[in-house]
């Protein structure tokens, strides 16, 4: 059940925004009256740009701590089955080199700190009243590789239009913790990302409308206690459509705000122990947020986050493969929070 619970709750974090602005053009001489405010820009990149594309020549890097608080809970025939809260946090560093104008690479690779879950058992369980709680997962996580382009400036077009294509290669067998032993932080599996970005830079706000389509391939895990019990996950995939508005309250502050809609596929799993599959129907999220972001310098940025999101749809069918009898259990509530802790830099 647990890789279930944490499989959901992947679905839903479908990432923070690193939301970023420009500072404000001041008068250029006091014995003038000052505007109002201007469309006009400075088109210096900075990292406190929303849509940051640094110069080229220049290493950018960020080092980002996550902590994220999940809940799912089901029911069947009207009566609570089960709820699972799971928490995890981990921490990233992500290093991204310019090598043109409008060309840029780079590469993240995180340890997870720890991953646990909780799951409580209600009525409509034979198991009423008793509760399950694992080990962490924890360890290297599988990388991403990523290329960005910049495929219009606004300089010459209406918008900044950034394409960017991520991938994440699977470098180690996953395991996944039990009430005993420990699990690891491989995924288990590969994934490849291709993400659209449209936005505008004014002096003292931006905003960005971003597509993002996120396949994750088939997964495998096997469980600590026992090697040859294996859980499997089909592939499936994730679209999200976000926007993000951004205001600069002076050069020290700014604000960004923040939500995003989508759709998940559906999702099969499997275990090798047992004669059952379990489908996790398509389903539709939304997600809000907000980041505070403090300049310290013109290439160091500290950058708060809070977002918390939901999913409906998501039912669950459980099959039992050896008489091919199916359960319906529905999805009462899925949702997550979460914190992020980020400190960017430039040289």
Known sequence: MKKLSILMLNALVVGSSFAQTAAPVEASAPAV??????????????????????????????????????????????????????TSSDLTQHLGYTFSPDWRAGVSVGY???SEVKTSYGAASNINGTSVKTKDDKGIEDP????????????????????????????????????????NGYRGGSSFELLGEMGKKYNDSSWKLSLS??????????????????????????????????????????????????GLSEMEMTNSTQQEKNVLDSGTFVSYGVNFLISASPS????????????????????????????????????????????????
């Open 112 to 114: 997870q700190l720890g």
């Open 213 to 262: 389509i996120e396949n994750f391939g088939k997964r495998e895990s096997a469980s600590a206690d026992l090697a040859t019990d294996i859980s499997k996950t089909d592939a499936y995939t994730v679209v999200t459509f976000g926007y993000v508005y951004q205001w600069i309250i002076n050069p020290t502050f700014g604000i960004n705000l923040g939500g995003a809609i989508g």
């Open 300 to 347: 160091l940025l500290f950058d708060i986050g809070l977002s918390g999101m939901s999913v409906t749809g998501q039912d669950l069918k459980s099959t039992d493969t050896s008489t091919n009898t199916t359960v319906n259990v529905d999805s009462e509530s899925s949702t997550a929070g979460v914190l992020t802790l980020a400190a960017k830099y430039e040289f």
């Open 33 to 86: 009256e000052t505007p109002a405010p201007s469309k006009t820009y400075s088109n210096e990149s900075k990292l406190t740009d929303l849509m940051y594309f640094p110069a080229a020549n220049t290493i950018s890097a960020a080092t980002v701590f996550t902590a994220t608080s999940g809940e799912q809970e089901y029911e069947y025939l009207g009566k609570e089955l089960f709820t699972a809260k799971t």
């Open 144 to 183: 991403t590789i990523f290329v960005s382009s910049r495929l219009t400036r606004q300089e010459t077009s209406l918008f900044n239009v950034d394409l960017t294509a991520k991938f994440s290669p699977k470098i180690g067998d996953a395991e996944s913790a039990t009430q005993t032993k420990e699990g």
